[in-house]
């Protein structure tokens, strides 16, 4: 029977070629319109590391200023953490695995005379830092804690400089020269583009990851430059390198890997008694107000999906809506149109239902044409919006198969939603009235 | 008129009518609060900067040698472009207006770390900058080559003397900006630091932010390593300038490298990227709203002509004239366009109330509600023209036939 319907379907819609094509046309507008932004919505709102997002905390301590007003009654700690603090965190290791991180802007002299310096972005950070957020590695591996404590200038290159630098080729035990010192080559990364970039969403939820890893204490001892946010709320207490490090001034972001509940609430009892402990000294003269947020959790407290792409996504929803509104009109007035048929079938004996599914299945279609069609128009969108936005959201414009997937099912079911009062109509037709007519 | 039976025969067949006013009415809210919204981003980019932005670009300098002389380089780099020809003027400092990236402190009147200082953006500057950057001085002087200090990355110690924008004074001194000249204000918490000067109107670094024109300069060169130089050209001469800029600075010296040399309409460009897209979707959006709207309405028109061919036939044969057939239409949707259009005024204030509570939008503003409401009745007679001229040049002797 399906068949049958299905080939009547596709006749009834060959039948009345412009009113389906209009039909088809609306869906597919709405889809390929709402499609558009829902994926620039989905992509924003992704999780970036599916596997370990409720394991990986990002850490704050509030160790702000005491005559910081509280927005209704609620005030937001520091979204990243000062020196003193992350690194006595980072001595005490109470959690399975931590890392403090910042980012630099260096510049890289190749070994060739004839090629000229470039910058590049690192990420100054711990040996744990590859394994806790599993990247991997095509050659080598991370550097080890001794690295860290010894301040050996090792680095990790991503896949792209060590193209640019080094042809591609296995670059372990090379060395790379980054502002005037040489660095060793430990490993070289694989692809790793995490969209959002949630290890540092303070310096750009949707930026690129940094091109070097490189140990976050060489960076310190060398005095080498921060190049992402710095936040003080009280002025450095003198000049040089070893005052700012001892200021209340915050840059640091700080990730913990606690691996279940109980983990967690050692971890949070540990640092709100440091801060306690703190306090004792005179710092931290706020009220005690430490936090973890998982990894989707600090996206949603950071608002990561901006504003302007939720109220274009509400927009686009309602275009889909008179989209709809606009394919139920076209559909009514195309069934109704049909009335001759539908009586002349009903008194050949068809019953309700069949017709019924007869011309659910001819919505079905209509709807299948438009997200296939909605579909295609849905890549000329995003392909619009790359345009639009430029290399930002180079990240966001991708869509996978989940999003082809919805954007099919959605047309089906809003064209059969759609199809659903026409079809009510059509099948209540009284079948004598129109007979006599004929 | 016969609005009359025109609405007896839409009560028979209620459905069309009500699915194309429902049509018209979410299509007018979603296009007046979406121009809304695009009035709110162009009034954002419509801001003057205070800058002489056509003549304006910037180039970053990074050392990265060993024995890299900042000072030195500095000097001579700003001797050296000042020197050139087609540059009226230029400067070294820390960020640049508009970028998206730099610094930013707060004043405050009185001493104290317990007293909130007003938010500011900071631009490191010599006595070359307010010519530089084109800005106009309202009151006060300008800084003197002997005010301009050198600073390292972690000092601390601020200069005594500052010139500020008209907006910084206002909010620093809101009964009289103008008394704000000669105040001596507070830095970092405790430092002193007196207002020598005030411009009219410059813009910071971060576009969104609600303290964008609140802007100091202090007279400081700064020894950061990066560095950055705005150059200001004669008229016209920015595109030839540009190149030979990057070429000098980069030959100068070869312990550091130039970057992103960007001019500040490209600057501009960038940082009201995601405002100026916006724009562009928002009208895609509306042209595409309207188009469908029309297109429904010519199809759910035609239909109801086609079903009511006998119909007109007979009125036709009755002594019916085409312009009266041609009006029946037209009247037919005009009455269903000015239900869905007073439909659509209210769900538009509805929609609007909602994303002032939940995006903090602004309220819309009231013409474009009357101005919608007049263009969606314009669309709608349009439309509606073709099937209804179709219905008028129905023969009258359909009537005598069956169908």
Same mark, same amino acid.
């Given at each position: 029977m399906f068949s049958y319907y299905l080939k009547l379907g596709l006749l009834s819609i060959r039948r009345n070629p412009l009113l389906s094509a209009l039909m088809i046309a609306a869906i597919a507008i709405g889809i390929g319109a709402c499609m558009t932004i829902i994926t620039v919505n989905y992509v924003m709102s992704s999780n970036p590391i599916p596997t370990k997002s409720e394991q990986l905390f990002h850490v704050q301590l509030d160790s702000w200023d005491p005559n910081q007003p509280e927005d209704?009654?609620?005030?937001?700690?520091?979204?990243?953490?000062?020196?003193?603090?992350?690194?006595?965190?980072?001595?005490?290791?109470?959690?399975?695995?931590?890392?403090?991180?910042?980012?630099?802007?260096?510049?890289?002299?190749?070994?060739?005379?004839?090629?000229?310096?470039?910058?590049?972005?690192?990420?100054?950070?711990?040996?744990?830092?590859?394994?806790?957020?599993?990247?991997?590695?095509?050659?080598?591996?991370?550097?080890?804690?001794?690295?860290?404590?010894n301040l050996e200038r090792v680095v990790v290159l991503s896949k792209e400089i060590n193209e640019r630098v080094f042809g591609g080729e296995n670059s372990i035990g090379r060395r790379v020269r980054l502002s005037g010192m040489d660095y060793q080559v430990v490993g070289v990364l694989d692809e790793f583009h995490p969209v959002p970039k949630f290890f540092d969403v303070t310096n750009g939820a949707f930026s690129d990851?940094?091109?070097?890893?490189?140990?976050?204490?060489?960076?310190?001892?060398?005095?080498?430059?921060?190049?992402?946010?710095?936040?003080?709320?009280?002025?450095?207490?003198?000049?040089?390198?070893?005052?700012?490090?001892?200021?209340?001034?915050?840059?640091?972001?700080?990730?913990?890997?606690?691996?279940?509940?109980?983990?967690?609430?050692?971890?949070?009892?540990?640092?709100?008694?440091?801060?306690?402990?703190?306090?004792?000294?005179?710092?931290?003269?706020?009220?005690?107000?430490?936090?973890?947020?998982?990894?989707?959790?600090?996206?949603?407290?950071?608002?990561?999906?901006?504003?302007?792409?939720?109220?274009?996504?509400?927009?686009s929803i309602l275009f889909l809506f008179v989209c709809l509104i606009n394919t139920i009109g076209l559909l009514l007035a195309k069934f109704l149109g049909k009335s001759g048929d539908i009586s002349l079938r009903r008194a050949l004996g068809a019953s309700r239902s069949s017709l019924?599914?007869?011309?659910?299945?001819?919505?079905?279609?209509?709807?299948?044409?438009?997200?296939?069609?909605?579909?295609g128009l849905a890549w000329l969108g995003l392909r619009g919006i790359e345009m639009l936005f430029g290399d930002f959201v180079e990240n966001m414009v991708s869509m996978d198969w989940v999003m082809v997937l919805t954007a099919i099912g959605l047309a089906i079911v809003s064209a059969l939603l759609a199809g659903l009062y026409p079809t009510w109509r059509a099948c209540s037709i009284a079948p004598a009235g129109q007979l006599k007519l004929q | 008129m016969e609005i009359g039976p025109i609405w007896r025969a839409m009560m028979r067949n209620k459905t069309g009518a009500i699915l194309i006013a429902l049509q018209i009415a979410v299509t007018m809210a979603i296009m007046v609060n979406a121009i809304s919204i695009m009035q709110e981003k162009d009034r954002m980019m419509s801001r003057p900067s205070g800058l002489d932005e056509h003549n304006l670009f910037s180039i970053a300098s990074v050392g990265f040698a060993k024995d890299f002389n900042e000072r030195v380089t500095i000097e001579e780099d700003l001797a050296a472009l000042r020197a050139m020809p087609g540059i009226v003027n230029a400067i070294q400092s820390n960020a640049v207006p508009l970028s998206g990236s730099g610094w930013s402190m707060g004043l405050q009147t009185e001493p104290g770390a317990e007293i909130d200082g007003t938010g500011v953006g900071l631009y490191f500057v010599d006595e070359h900058g307010l010519d530089t950057y084109g800005v106009n001085l309202l009151a006060g002087e300008n800084f003197s080559a002997s005010d301009v200090a050198w600073r390292e990355r972690a000092?601390?110690?601020?200069?005594?003397?500052?010139?500020?924008?008209?907006?910084?004074?206002?909010?620093?001194?809101?009964?009289?900006?103008?008394?704000?000249?000669?105040?001596?204000?507070?830095?970092?918490?405790?430092?002193?630091?007196?207002?020598?000067?005030?411009?009219?109107?410059?813009?910071?670094?971060?576009?969104?932010?609600?303290?964008?024109?609140?802007?100091?300069?202090?007279?400081?060169?700064?020894?950061?390593?990066?560095?950055?130089?705005?150059?200001?050209?004669?008229?016209?001469?920015?595109?030839?300038?540009?190149?030979?800029?990057?070429?000098?600075?980069?030959?100068?010296?070869?312990?550091?490298?130039?970057?992103?040399?960007?001019?500040?309409?490209?600057?501009?460009?960038?940082?009201? %990227?995601?405002?100026?897209?916006?724009?562009? =979707?928002?009208?895609?959006?509306? &042209? #595409? !709203?309207? $188009?469908?709207?029309?297109? +429904?309405?010519?199809?759910?028109?035609?239909?109801?002509?086609?079903?009511?061919?006998?119909?007109?036939?007979?009125?036709?044969?009755?002594?019916?004239?085409?312009?009266?057939?041609? %009006?029946?239409?037209?009247?037919?949707?005009? =009455?269903?366009?000015?239900?869905? &259009? #007073? !439909?659509? $005024?209210?769900?538009?204030? +509805?929609?609007?109330?909602?994303?002032?509570?939940?995006?903090?939008?602004?309220?819309?503003?009231?013409?474009?509600?009357?101005?919608?409401?007049?263009?969606?009745?314009?669309?709608?007679?349009?439309?509606?023209?073709?099937?209804?001229?179709?219905?008028?040049?129905?023969?009258?002797?359909? $009537?005598?036939?069956?169908v």
């Open positions: 209704d009654g609620n005030f937001e700690p520091p979204d990243q953490m000062t020196y003193i603090d992350a690194m006595a965190l980072m001595k005490a290791q109470k959690a399975y695995r931590q890392v403090a991180s910042n980012k630099s802007s260096l510049v890289l002299e190749p070994q060739g005379d004839d090629e000229r310096p470039f910058s590049v972005t690192s990420r100054n950070t711990w040996a744990d830092f590859f394994p806790m957020f599993d990247l991997r590695f095509v050659h080598g591996g991370g550097w080890d804690d001794a690295s860290d404590r990851p940094e091109e070097i890893y490189i140990p976050f204490n060489v960076a310190v001892e060398y005095e080498l430059p921060r190049n992402g946010n710095t936040n003080c709320w009280k002025p450095v207490d003198g000049d040089g390198i070893e005052a700012f490090l001892n200021s209340e001034c915050a840059w640091i972001q700080f990730w913990a890997e606690l691996r279940d509940n109980s983990e967690k609430q050692e971890y949070m009892a540990f640092i709100n008694a440091y801060a306690e402990q703190q306090k004792e000294l005179g710092r931290f003269p706020r009220p005690l107000n430490n936090r973890l947020n998982d990894v989707m959790e600090w996206m949603e407290d950071q608002e990561v999906v901006e504003d302007d792409a939720r109220v274009m996504l509400g927009l019924f599914i007869q011309h659910m299945i001819e919505s079905g279609l209509v709807g299948l044409a438009g997200g296939v069609l909605g579909l | 000092a601390t110690e601020w200069p005594d003397k500052t010139i500020i924008t008209r907006a910084m004074a206002e909010a620093m001194f809101p009964d009289d900006w103008a008394s704000a000249l000669g105040k001596t204000v507070y830095i970092a918490d405790t430092q002193p630091i007196t207002i020598t000067g005030i411009v009219e109107k410059m813009q910071g670094s971060w576009p969104g932010w609600d303290g964008f024109e609140r802007v100091m300069l202090v007279p400081t060169h700064t020894l950061f390593g990066a560095t950055v130089y705005l150059i200001r050209t004669e008229p016209g001469m920015r595109d030839s300038v540009m190149p030979q800029v990057e070429e000098l600075l980069a030959d100068r010296n070869k312990d550091r490298i130039v970057r992103s040399m960007r001019s500040m309409d490209e600057i501009r460009e960038r940082s009201y %990227r995601s405002e100026s897209s916006m724009i562009k =979707i928002l009208t895609f959006t509306i &042209v #595409l !709203l309207i $188009a469908i709207t029309s297109l +429904g309405i010519v199809g759910l028109a035609s239909f109801s002509v086609n079903r009511r061919t006998r119909q007109i036939g007979t009125r036709r044969a009755l002594g019916a004239s085409k312009l009266v057939i041609l %009006r029946y239409f037209m009247t037919e949707n005009f =009455i269903i366009s000015l239900g869905g &259009v #007073l !439909l659509g $005024a209210a769900l538009t204030v +509805g929609l609007n109330i909602l994303m002032i509570e939940t995006f903090s939008l602004t309220r819309i503003t009231w013409y474009l509600v009357p101005v919608a409401m007049l263009l969606l009745l314009a669309v709608g007679q349009i439309a509606v023209f073709g099937p209804a001229r179709r219905a008028s040049s129905v023969p009258p002797a359909v $009537a005598t036939r069956t």
